[in-house]
């Protein structure tokens, strides 16, 4: 967790002595030659020096963690301080130190009888007016602080932050250390606001003089907004104080320097930026072992949030011993009885859980339960947390009774210390949902689900904005199991409540493909924003987004002898983009995480227009419809068959299509209930369906599908336009642009028939590895034979004659010239036509992997983006001072193509890709429409040569006579269907997009 900095008080005049103490080794040997001497005269009263030998010599101890030697000295030491002075402020200091270990310890009783001692000792001798008195009274509000007694802290900080103020002005660094306690107190009890102005006030005393005063407050404030999910602030201000730390003159040997590295690890975490967190706990973790030692709280704390974070990614082997290592140091050095060993009960028992040992995990919640009553009480967030674990394991169990109590108990806490926008508050309310869900308490569990959406909408509307695309990703892995509970709800309690899902409606229309509409808009707020400067900038970003994307396919040699940093390279690439962000969301048009009602997207239709929308889940697929007829809330239908649908149906269609066999029971599996639902809501059925896919249905070309009654396909029976979202319904103009009409500015490229550098045109197309390649290059095995295409040289100089006879402009690109250049030269072509061989490539099993290249093309290649693409001139003998010829789904989002109406992918398998449920195929779709294309026609199977040819002509030629785009597309495959019947030859192509 990110923990919060306290800074030091500098004394001056009438503050206190600082009781700070620094010491060498030499000077700690010096010190025990003294101590022996003294005990062995034992004459410590007849020398007036022992006892502050013997306090600095306990300070020595405490600093290392020895604190039962630290207690044996500091009691001498007090012994012979009172013997001398009486209880005076000399015997003040000696038991601040003793309260250090008895705080250190667990001992809070004995603590807090020594500071009221401190509290009436200071008052007698210096009155309530000093920097004495302030100071007792700051550490016995730090310890009810720590105790969760908030009522009881809250005026002692207030009484020490106006005696300082008073007597050393508003201006001065004591006065600043009692508003950091109090905001501390305030940002605990969620009190945000008074938190943040006493911070602010803070930070205009130390804005003259950036060092590590100010670096903490910067720290301090990163927890504010932290614990608030303001994470955009708080990555700014723990940047900020990392770098300051960073530059002293420890550098990243600094304490403080660690601490923030393992604050910006749990933010990281916190979003589900998993890949950033590692390197930053494990450089904390180096630091304080090498500078506290591996039995210091802090390497605890560190290897628990390791663990955590394996946790998270499923790298279970590595949780235990962490965790064994973190409960190991806090009862050797801590003890029993200290909340943190607590924690530590807490983290193996949750651990436990995970493998299915609930004896073992009951035990030790109980542990940590009965533990954080007792030290913290009741009312602290630490035994709501016991009582939630336990209450969770209670409910795997079975036993429905002990789990609601339990959770319900600690929902009560957090939302009465940390109020109902706390992120633990959002997690507590998620699991009580699910306890109510299990039993079929839909209404409770409902009630819940609704305190869940609406947290998670808020935090994602707050910092979603300020993540690059790659941290929106991981971001979203975490945060859309929220959403995805919420489905299953709908499912299950849709038959007993049907209005729920208009809930689901909205949702959707709130997460669906939330990642590519934000990164879209965060372009058009850019581009369309006026801003000559940050226009520049996103141009910038994008041309360095692209050299690293060449570097990065590098043979690991290259990469060596060029040395080349492509992780400084990535991160500050990541950094620029998180800028452009930021800044994109200053234009009012760049609301990226809008949430629209379904009510919103019925006012866009027609009578005769109906919208589908798949939600792909776990065990269920769930459609749902809207039309201008719909009334209280949206139709929906459930597949309760969805591991059927993505295998053994999946699988039956793909055999039928290859194999060219007549389908009678594809329809009825993916789209019999859907026409039967369409007939219940309009008999005479809708001219026009938007149908918005999710999961297996990004598979299938839904034209394809052959009704078993009528002996039509839906090709011939129904009107389909694939959409990404029915939110594009209302943010996007649909009035399909007719290309034949605009032709003043037209612009289109032909290429084709690529030399891919093997002119004989071997027939077959291996794949393999290639020594000395990069990554997609081996995994391809350009290194053996490409075929040439002599079809595709056929098809783009028919076209381009269609083009000539219009008199219209085009530019043909064939052989040679047919290159990944000349694609990334393209300024927004209104028509890119490219016929050449895709690819797409499975992700590389970890068996598979034999050598540190064969790592180095596995990492590279679980970026879905990279494995996909098209195969360009000179892709079997790249120039390494050029392209390879090789233009990647992510190279592809780089061309500049934001006036370009439609895209061509005369290629087999252009529309495969990883598909993400909800965020739909990553592949060359998602990177050309990324790009800016409006309209994609892709393949999903390996296209037929001579069929593909006549398709791409018919089309081209309906398309300049000046039918639409779809409607060109829609008579081109009609026209081929009469010569070729089978599905395989004209289905293989789909058109997504405007």
């Given at each position: 967790m990110i923990g919060t900095i306290t800074l030091n008080g500098q004394n001056k005049e009438k503050n206190p002595p600082n009781t700070a103490f620094s010491v060498s080794i030499h000077r700690l040997i010096w010190l025990l030659l003294i101590f022996i001497y003294f005990y062995a005269s034992g004459s410590f009263v007849a020398h007036a020096q022992a006892w502050k030998t013997l306090d600095s010599l306990g300070q020595v101890l405490i600093k290392k963690q020895r604190f039962e030697e630290a207690d044996s000295v500091l009691k001498l030491a007090l012994k012979n301080v009172e013997a001398l002075h009486g209880k005076d402020t000399n015997y003040t200091k000696v038991v601040n130190n003793i309260n250090h270990i008895l705080f250190s310890k667990g001992a809070y009783d004995k603590a807090e009888l020594n500071a009221r001692e401190i509290m009436l000792i200071d008052e007698k001798y210096h009155g309530k007016k000093s920097g004495y008195y302030a100071r007792a009274c700051s550490n016995l509000g730090i310890l009810y602080k720590y105790l969760g007694l908030y009522e009881k802290a809250e005026p002692l900080y207030l009484e020490a932050k106006n005696i300082r103020k008073e007597i050393y002005g508003a201006t001065h660094t004591e006065y600043a250390l009692s508003c950091i306690t109090l905001a501390s107190l305030y940002k605990e009890q969620g009190v945000y606001d008074k938190a943040e102005a006493l911070y602010f006030e803070v930070k205009q005393i130390y804005k003259e003089v950036k060092g590590v005063q100010y670096a903490r407050l910067c720290n301090n404030l990163a927890s504010l907004y932290f614990q608030q999910g303001y994470y955009d602030k708080a990555e700014q201000f723990i940047l900020e104080a990392k770098a300051i730390f960073g530059a002293s003159s420890l550098g990243k040997k600094d304490l403080d320097y660690a601490g923030a590295c393992n604050n910006l690890a749990a933010l990281y975490q916190m979003q589900g930026l998993f890949r950033n967190a590692e390197p930053l706990y494990l450089q904390a973790q180096d630091i304080w072992g090498a500078v506290l030692g591996k039995k210091h709280p802090k390497y605890a704390t560190v290897c628990d949030n390791l663990a955590d974070l394996y946790r998270n990614q499923g790298a279970y082997d590595k949780i235990e011993p962490l965790l064994l290592i973190a409960k190991g140091i806090r009862e050797e050095v801590l003890g029993k009885k200290h909340p943190e060993y607590g924690t530590s009960c807490n983290n193996l028992a949750v651990f436990y859980e995970l493998q299915g040992l609930y004896d073992k995990a009951e035990l030790s919640h109980l542990e940590a339960k009965k533990l954080h009553e007792e030290v913290v009480g009741k009312k602290h967030p630490f035994y709501a947390n016991s009582c939630n674990n336990l209450g969770h394991l209670y409910y795997k169990k079975g036993d429905t009774e002990k789990a609601e109590q339990l959770c319900l108990e600690a929902k009560t806490i957090v939302e009465e210390v940390l109020g109902k926008k706390h992120p633990k508050y959002t997690q507590l309310c998620s699991g009580l949902a699910k306890v109510y869900h299990a039993h079929a308490r839909y209404d409770n569990a409902e009630w819940y689900s609704m305190e869940v959406l609406a947290n998670m909408r808020d935090e994602i509307q707050t910092f979603f904005p300020s993540l690059s695309e790659q941290e929106k990703n991981e971001y979203w892995q975490s945060a859309s199991v929220f959403f995805k509970d919420f489905i299953k709800l709908c499912k299950d309690y849709s038959a007993h409540k049907p209005s729920i899902v208009a809930t689901l409606y909205d949702q959707t229309l709130f997460t669906k493909g939330i990642i590519f509409s934000s990164t879209q808009k965060m372009k058009n707020a850019i581009l369309n924003s006026g801003d000559t400067l940050l226009a520049n900038q996103y141009r910038s970003w994008k041309k360095q987004r692209e050299t690293y994307t060449k570097l990065y396919q590098m043979p690991l040699e290259e990469q060596k002898k060029q040395k080349i940093d492509l992780e400084s390279m990535n991160t500050e690439i990541n950094q620029l983009e998180k800028a452009l962000s930021k800044k994109s969301m200053l234009f009012g048009q760049n609301v990226q995480t809008k949430s629209y009602k379904w009510q919103e997207v019925k006012a866009k239709l027609a009578k005769d227009e109906l919208v589908i929308e798949i939600i792909a889940s776990d065990s269920a697929y769930i459609a749902l419809f809207l039309s201008a007829y719909t009334e209280n809330?949206?139709?929906?239908?459930?597949?309760?068959?969805?591991?059927?649908?993505?295998?053994?149906?999946?699988?039956?269609?793909?055999?039928?299509?290859?194999?060219?066999?007549?389908?009678?029971?594809?329809?009825?599996?993916?789209?019999?209930?859907?026409?039967?639902?369409?007939?219940?809501?309009?008999?005479?059925?809708?001219?026009?369906?938007?149908?918005?896919?999710?999961?297996?249905?990004?598979?299938?070309?839904?034209?394809?599908?052959?009704?078993?009654?009528?002996?039509?396909?839906?090709?011939?029976?129904?009107?389909?336009?694939?959409?990404?979202?029915?939110?594009?319904?209302?943010?996007?103009?649909?009035?399909?642009?007719?290309?034949?009409?605009?032709?003043?500015?037209?612009?289109?490229?032909?290429?084709?028939?690529?030399?891919?550098?093997?002119?004989?045109?071997?027939?077959?197309?291996?794949?393999?590895?290639?020594?000395?390649?990069?990554?997609?290059?081996?995994?391809?095995?350009?290194?053996?034979?490409?075929?040439?295409?002599?079809?595709?040289?056929?098809?783009?100089?028919?076209?381009?004659?269609?083009?000539?006879?219009?008199?219209?402009?085009?530019?043909?690109?064939?052989?040679?010239?047919?290159?990944?250049?000349?694609?990334?030269?393209?300024?927004?072509?209104?028509?890119?036509?490219?016929?050449?061989?895709?690819?797409?490539?499975?992700?590389?099993?970890?068996?598979?992997?034999?050598?540190?290249?064969?790592?180095?093309?596995?990492?590279?290649?679980?970026?879905?983006?990279?494995?996909?693409?098209?195969?360009?001139?000179?892709?079997?003998?790249?120039?390494?001072?050029?392209?390879?010829?090789?233009?990647?789904?992510?190279?592809?989002?780089?061309?500049?193509?934001?006036?370009?109406?439609?895209?061509?992918?005369?290629?087999?398998?252009?529309?495969?890709?990883?598909?993400?449920?909800?965020?739909?195929?990553?592949?060359?779709?998602?990177?050309?429409?990324?790009?800016?294309?409006?309209?994609?026609?892709?393949?999903?199977?390996?296209?037929?040569?001579?069929?593909?040819?006549?398709?791409?002509?018919?089309?081209?030629?309906?398309?300049?006579?000046?039918?639409?785009?779809?409607?060109?597309?829609?008579?081109?495959?009609?026209?081929?269907?009469?010569?070729?019947?089978?599905?395989?030859?004209?289905?293989?192509?789909?058109?997504?997009?405007?």
């Amino acid at each position: 967790m990110i923990g919060t900095i306290t800074l030091n008080g500098q004394n001056k005049e009438k503050n206190p002595p600082n009781t700070a103490f620094s010491v060498s080794i030499h000077r700690l040997i010096w010190l025990l030659l003294i101590f022996i001497y003294f005990y062995a005269s034992g004459s410590f009263v007849a020398h007036a020096q022992a006892w502050k030998t013997l306090d600095s010599l306990g300070q020595v101890l405490i600093k290392k963690q020895r604190f039962e030697e630290a207690d044996s000295v500091l009691k001498l030491a007090l012994k012979n301080v009172e013997a001398l002075h009486g209880k005076d402020t000399n015997y003040t200091k000696v038991v601040n130190n003793i309260n250090h270990i008895l705080f250190s310890k667990g001992a809070y009783d004995k603590a807090e009888l020594n500071a009221r001692e401190i509290m009436l000792i200071d008052e007698k001798y210096h009155g309530k007016k000093s920097g004495y008195y302030a100071r007792a009274c700051s550490n016995l509000g730090i310890l009810y602080k720590y105790l969760g007694l908030y009522e009881k802290a809250e005026p002692l900080y207030l009484e020490a932050k106006n005696i300082r103020k008073e007597i050393y002005g508003a201006t001065h660094t004591e006065y600043a250390l009692s508003c950091i306690t109090l905001a501390s107190l305030y940002k605990e009890q969620g009190v945000y606001d008074k938190a943040e102005a006493l911070y602010f006030e803070v930070k205009q005393i130390y804005k003259e003089v950036k060092g590590v005063q100010y670096a903490r407050l910067c720290n301090n404030l990163a927890s504010l907004y932290f614990q608030q999910g303001y994470y955009d602030k708080a990555e700014q201000f723990i940047l900020e104080a990392k770098a300051i730390f960073g530059a002293s003159s420890l550098g990243k040997k600094d304490l403080d320097y660690a601490g923030a590295c393992n604050n910006l690890a749990a933010l990281y975490q916190m979003q589900g930026l998993f890949r950033n967190a590692e390197p930053l706990y494990l450089q904390a973790q180096d630091i304080w072992g090498a500078v506290l030692g591996k039995k210091h709280p802090k390497y605890a704390t560190v290897c628990d949030n390791l663990a955590d974070l394996y946790r998270n990614q499923g790298a279970y082997d590595k949780i235990e011993p962490l965790l064994l290592i973190a409960k190991g140091i806090r009862e050797e050095v801590l003890g029993k009885k200290h909340p943190e060993y607590g924690t530590s009960c807490n983290n193996l028992a949750v651990f436990y859980e995970l493998q299915g040992l609930y004896d073992k995990a009951e035990l030790s919640h109980l542990e940590a339960k009965k533990l954080h009553e007792e030290v913290v009480g009741k009312k602290h967030p630490f035994y709501a947390n016991s009582c939630n674990n336990l209450g969770h394991l209670y409910y795997k169990k079975g036993d429905t009774e002990k789990a609601e109590q339990l959770c319900l108990e600690a929902k009560t806490i957090v939302e009465e210390v940390l109020g109902k926008k706390h992120p633990k508050y959002t997690q507590l309310c998620s699991g009580l949902a699910k306890v109510y869900h299990a039993h079929a308490r839909y209404d409770n569990a409902e009630w819940y689900s609704m305190e869940v959406l609406a947290n998670m909408r808020d935090e994602i509307q707050t910092f979603f904005p300020s993540l690059s695309e790659q941290e929106k990703n991981e971001y979203w892995q975490s945060a859309s199991v929220f959403f995805k509970d919420f489905i299953k709800l709908c499912k299950d309690y849709s038959a007993h409540k049907p209005s729920i899902v208009a809930t689901l409606y909205d949702q959707t229309l709130f997460t669906k493909g939330i990642i590519f509409s934000s990164t879209q808009k965060m372009k058009n707020a850019i581009l369309n924003s006026g801003d000559t400067l940050l226009a520049n900038q996103y141009r910038s970003w994008k041309k360095q987004r692209e050299t690293y994307t060449k570097l990065y396919q590098m043979p690991l040699e290259e990469q060596k002898k060029q040395k080349i940093d492509l992780e400084s390279m990535n991160t500050e690439i990541n950094q620029l983009e998180k800028a452009l962000s930021k800044k994109s969301m200053l234009f009012g048009q760049n609301v990226q995480t809008k949430s629209y009602k379904w009510q919103e997207v019925k006012a866009k239709l027609a009578k005769d227009e109906l919208v589908i929308e798949i939600i792909a889940s776990d065990s269920a697929y769930i459609a749902l419809f809207l039309s201008a007829y719909t009334e209280n809330y949206p139709e929906f239908y459930i597949f309760e068959n969805a591991k059927d649908l993505e295998k053994r149906y999946l699988n039956f269609y793909n055999n039928c299509i290859q194999y060219k066999i007549d389908d009678s029971i594809s329809y009825s599996a993916f789209w019999k209930p859907i026409a039967d639902k369409i007939l219940i809501l309009n008999k005479k059925g809708f001219k026009k369906i938007y149908f918005s896919p999710d999961g297996v249905y990004h598979q299938i070309s839904l034209n394809t599908l052959k009704n078993p009654k009528t002996g039509q396909f839906l090709l011939q029976e129904a009107d389909i336009q694939i959409i990404g979202s029915s939110r594009d319904l209302i943010e996007l103009n649909n009035a399909s642009k007719n290309l034949s009409q605009h032709t003043t500015d037209y612009q289109a490229y032909m290429l084709g028939y690529p030399l891919y550098g093997n002119p004989e045109g071997k027939k077959n197309f291996e794949f393999g590895r290639a020594a000395g390649f990069s990554g997609v290059q081996a995994a391809l095995g350009v290194a053996g034979s490409v075929s040439l295409l002599p079809g595709t040289k056929k098809e783009v100089e028919n076209v381009f004659a269609l083009f000539k006879q219009k008199k219209l402009k085009v530019n043909l690109l064939l052989a040679e010239n047919a290159t990944e250049e000349a694609v990334k030269k393209l300024k927004s072509p209104t028509i890119l036509h490219v016929a050449t061989h895709g690819f797409f490539i499975p992700e590389i099993p970890e068996r598979e992997v034999m050598s540190i290249q064969d790592a180095m093309n596995r990492n590279l290649l679980k970026n879905p983006l990279m494995r996909s693409g098209l195969l360009l001139a000179g892709c079997q003998k790249p120039n390494p001072e050029g392209e390879d010829g090789i233009l990647t789904a992510e190279e592809a989002m780089n061309l500049t193509l934001d006036n370009t109406e439609l895209v061509v992918m005369s290629a087999c398998e252009t529309g495969l890709g990883d598909i993400q449920a909800g965020e739909g195929v990553f592949g060359l779709q998602r990177a050309f429409q990324q790009a800016g294309a409006k309209s994609v026609l892709m393949s999903l199977w390996k296209v037929d040569d001579e069929a593909t040819q006549t398709l791409m002509t018919k089309f081209y030629t309906a398309l300049l006579k000046g039918q639409s785009k779809r409607q060109a597309f829609k008579t081109a495959q009609m026209t081929l269907k009469k010569r070729f019947p089978e599905p395989y030859y004209w289905g293989a192509f789909v058109m997504v997009g405007e």
